[in-house]
C-alpha cells in the first residue's frame, strides 16, 4: 500500500505584516494591505547595504576622463638646452610634464569602473532598504496616485509640513515620493523636480530608483502599484526567477502580466 507523503512547507513561505495604506496627500488611513515579513520586514543588514551602494556608485562613474602622455603631445622632440654649462636644471623636449603645455607624466584614460555584485545580493539589499524604512515608521505606501491639485511652492510646502514630510528639526535631505509613471503624474514631477518646491522632497518614477535613494531623506512615499512591482522585481535570491518585464522600460508602464508577489 503506497502512502502518499504530504508536501512540504515551502522554505522561502514566510509570515506576514501589515502595512497601512493612505491617501494622498491629506494622509488618511485608508486599509492595511499584508506583505511576506521576507519581503517588507527584513533584519537591518549594513553590510549587504554597503556593498549595494559602492556597487551602485562604480556603475555610477563615466571613466571618461583622458588627458595626454607626453608622447601623445604635438611638439618637437629637440632637446631645449644642453645638458651641461648652462647652471640650469637638465631638461629634455618642450613635452616635459615639467613644462607648460607639456604632457602628463601619469596621465588619466578612459577606465571601467564597475564591480560585480551578484543578483541576488542586490535584490536582498534592496528589499533590506524598504525594511529598514517600514520599520523606522518612514515608509508612506499611498493607496492609489500620487498627485497634486497645485502646484505652487506654498501649496507643496504646506503639505509636506503638514504630514512631516519635510526637512525635520536637525535632520537632513529631501523626502523621496516614487510613483509608477510620471506621464499620468505630470504636476507631481513638475512641482517638486521643476519649482522652488524641490528643496521639500523630489518625484522618482520605480524604475530610477536604486538602493542609495531609498537610504537618503527623512520619508520614502511609494504608491502601493509601485511598491508591488519593486518587490516582484527584487526577490530572485527568494524565487532564483528573473522577472520577465522590462528592467528599465521605455514609453508606457510595462504590463501587469507576470507579476506574482512572493506570499
Known sequence: ?????????????????????????????????????????????????HRAVIFEGDRARQGTGSTLHRSEVHGSGRKIRPQKGTGMAR????????????GRAFPKKPRNFETDLPRKMYDLAFRTALSWRWRKGELVVVDGKCTFDDV????????????????????????????EDK???????????????????KA???????????????????????????????????????PNFPWKPSGSAPAKSGLTLLK
Open 1 to 49: 500500500m503506497l502512502i502518499k507523503s504530504q508536501p512540504s512547507a515551502s522554505p522561502i513561505a514566510s509570515p506576514t505584516v501589515l502595512t497601512t495604506l493612505y491617501s494622498f496627500p491629506s494622509l488618511e488611513p485608508v486599509r492595511f494591505a499584508p506583505y511576506p515579513t521576507s519581503h517588507l520586514a527584513l533584519p537591518l543588514r549594513r553590510d549587504i547595504l
Open 91 to 102: 631638461l629634455g623636449d618642450k613635452k616635459s610634464p615639467m613644462l607648460r603645455g607639456g
Open 183 to 201: 506621464h499620468e503624474r505630470g504636476r507631481l514631477f513638475f512641482g517638486l523636480n521643476e519649482t522652488p518646491a524641490s528643496a521639500f522632497g
Open 152 to 179: 505652487k511652492e506654498g501649496h507643496i510646502a504646506e503639505v509636506f509640513e503638514m504630514n512631516g514630510w519635510g526637512r525635520e528639526e536637525g535632520g537632513a535631505g529631501r523626502s523621496l515620493v516614487i510613483t
Open 204 to 242: 522618482l518614477e520605480r524604475w530610477d530608483v536604486d538602493v542609495k535613494d531609498l537610504l537618503k531623506g527623512p520619508r520614502v512615499i511609494i504608491e502601493k502599484w509601485a511598491l508591488d512591482r519593486m518587490l516582484a522585481e527584487h526577490q530572485m535570491d527568494l524565487t532564483n526567477e528573473r
